[in-house]
């Protein structure tokens, strides 16, 4: 049987290997903030988003100190060679774009509104440099995707007026 609770509280904290974090420290609120936009990947339900899910278990790992796993540059340049690709395919932008569209392209821009929380908390804890530059550039990812979905929906993309 799988065991979910000790029954006996944790006191507001937390056991990380032989540590005690207190559940509102930083770290804990980069973890928190990395397993609810992961969670939210999963919601959206697109193949495309699977590696992302793989690697943010890997940040989650990476900041909680659990191995050596890291996510390394290679991550990080494998999001932009496929942004790259979807800018060859959408229309260049000039204006914001008001989130929404279709119903994944909406939750694409909630994701992306989920990852740059996540780089927030993720400086705040003092994450390394490489995993903050995949958690900034996997936000342009989302809202390529975003675009993407819209794209070839022909769903025309609003902006906003101002009034």
Known sequence: MTIYYTGRGDNGKSQMGARKIAKDAPLMEALGALDELNSWL????????RPVQETLFIAQAELGMYSKLRVKKEKTRELEEEIAKIDKLVPSIKKFIIPGGSEL?????????LARRAERCAVK????????????????YLFALARLVNFRLKLKEENPTYK
Do not use: E, H
């Open 42 to 49: 999963g919601f959206c339900n697109y193949k495309k988003l």
């Open 105 to 113: 392209s909406t939750k694409l821009d909630y994701a992306r509104a």
């Open 125 to 140: 804890a003092r994450a390394p440099a490489d995993l903050l530059q995949y958690l900034n550039r996997l936000s342009s």
